[in-house]
């Protein structure tokens, strides 16, 4: 007879699994809870501690770290360890269906104790199940409830299942714990505040396979790390519209970034990566007329984020073009059928209450990874001085908190022209500084006179005052730092520019 042990946690569809398996001949081995629920299902069970001759112990910590167990699960079918098994008085066991303690789920929770976390990690489980999967050629090693059919299907059909099949599932298995352990090896990290561990594991779940990357002939996927902030593009929650593409994942995320960043009625538009229009208002409708108005062209095609609920009348504006994406924490019931008579629109909602510590930024390169925290950095920290014989007015100081919260979502070399409401002006990822002024000014035309600009970094020569100057800027911020910060000043003073000194650059790659 074959034996099978089964100990889940989790414990949808095990009752039917293990009456399968017992219908196809199998002693069915279990424990604790699991035992308890297949003997009241009426299915016969054998309790792991008749195979070990040993109770559990340790208020469950010890009941199958035993070599009857571990010997039946690691035994080769060749003769020698035939041989060692039957002189131990051991027998095989042919298939193991074992699910962990819940860590990720009791982690999860706000008031979790550290106590309560170290009780749901798991050892006895992961053990089988490493054990199993190495014997893959052997042993049945199923992990997920999502198996148990096709499982089942295999050994009806074929008497046993298929060695692909084993192999696939113990592949799985690994994946599986591989998981489970850097769940708890992240969550001790954090515990003993180490910053630089000599080595770091992230995993993250698939959430959706894309159409294409970033063009038509990359693969690419979209994985999710489920302990994340539900603020957030991975978990935002679609409505309506086309399944997402690469490109308005990484789009979507940019304009979520930006706007979270105010406190005022915004709206966000943004095209591959980089915000082309941003108002503030009173009102949804009012911010989003600005950032409209900010550049009617560009926003075509795009992204518009908001961080209050989408009314009728701001709907019936969104719906006169042509977006990819609306992003808000909800759509009243008439706005959301204006926008959903549009077939591909894709209508996003998330929780802008549930905005947490920012998480850590991630970006791949080749062979390796870099990891930084987020850009948080506000004038309200940072070292604020006005460095021209000028100082700024009451409405230019409300325009350079604009432009300064702007810029820093700007790919750089970055320039941002505002007035103090609403962009009119964006220069980005230019090779040089002056580059990206003439962009944003040029833009900007008529509008920049009277506007402010902020520059991500400082100017490393004269030439980007001397252009904002004849285009009729009163006031810049930039982080000042340079050598040459003198020029500038000076520069800014023969124009009666108002010059501003951050101390803190917004560099974004």
């Not at 017992?22 to 792991?48: H, R």
Request: with cysteine; proline share 4%.
């Amino acid at each position: 007879m074959k034996r099978a042990l089964i100990s889940v946690s989790d414990k949808t569809g095990v009752v039917e699994f293990a009456k399968n398996l017992s219908g196809l001949g199998f002693e069915i081995l279990s424990t604790g809870g699991t035992k308890k629920a297949l003997e009241e299902a009426g299915v016969p069970v054998t309790g792991v501690e008749k195979v070990t001759g040993f109770p559990e112990i340790l208020e469950g910590r010890v009941k199958t770290l035993h070599p009857n167990i571990h010997g039946g699960l690691l035994a080769k079918r060749i003769p020698e360890h035939e041989k060692q098994i039957r002189e131990h008085g051991i027998k095989p066991i042919d298939l193991v269906c074992v699910n962990l303690y819940p860590f990720q789920q009791t982690i999860a929770k706000p008031d979790v104790t550290e106590e309560e976390a170290i009780e749901n990690i798991d050892i006895g489980g992961p053990s089988m199940l490493r054990a199993a999967a190495k014997n893959f050629e052997y042993v049945t090693v199923v992990v997920d409830a999502a198996d148990y059919s096709k499982v089942i299907d295999e050994i009806k059909e074929y008497g046993d299942v298929a060695k692909e099949t084993k192999k696939a599932l113990a592949a799985k298995v690994f994946r599986h714990t591989a998981a489970y352990d850097a769940y708890i090896a992240n969550y001790m990290t954090e515990r003993v505040g180490e910053e630089n561990p000599e080595r770091v594991t992230f995993t993250y779940e698939l959430k959706q396979t894309l159409r294409y990357g970033e063009n038509p002939h990359q693969k690419a996927s979209f994985y999710i790390n489920p302990l994340g902030s539900e603020f957030s593009i991975a978990h935002a929650k679609q409505l309506h519209g086309k399944e997402l593409s690469y490109n308005n994942i990484r789009d979507a995320d940019a304009a979520l970034q930006i706007v979270k960043d105010f406190k005022e009625p915004a709206a966000v538009a943004v095209k591959h990566m980089n915000p082309c229009g941003i108002g503030i208002g009173e009102t949804a409708l009012e911010a989003y007329k600005k950032a409209y108005e900010a550049d009617p062209k560009s926003i075509f095609g795009g992204i518009v984020a908001f961080n209050r609920p989408v009314d009728v009348e701001t709907a019936k504006l969104l719906h006169d073009i042509f977006l990819e994406i609306v992003i808000a924490p909800s759509f009243d019931d008439e706005a959301f059928g204006i926008l959903a008579s549009k077939k591909n629109i894709r209508l996003l909602t998330v929780p802008f209450s549930d905005v947490r510590k920012p998480e850590e930024i991630i970006t791949s390169v080749e062979g390796g990874l870099l990891i930084q925290d987020q850009d948080t950095y506000t004038l309200d920290e940072a070292q604020v001085k006005t460095v021209t014989k000028r100082v700024p007015t009451e409405q230019e100081w409300k325009a350079l908190k604009l432009a300064w919260k702007v810029v820093k979502h700007v790919k750089s070399n970055a320039i941002v022209v505002t007035d103090a409401e609403k962009t009119l002006g964006v220069g980005a990822g230019q090779m040089n500084r002056v580059g990206s002024a003439e962009i944003a000014l040029a833009q900007a035309g008529e509008k920049a006179k009277g506007s402010v600009m902020a520059s991500d970094a400082f100017f490393p020569m004269d030439d980007t005052v001397e252009a904002a100057a004849k285009a009729g800027i009163t006031a810049i911020i930039q982080p000042g730092g340079s050598i040459r910060d003198a020029d500038s000043i000076k520069k800014a003073d023969e124009y009666g520019i108002a010059m501003v000194f951050t101390g803190i650059r917004h560099f974004k790659h």
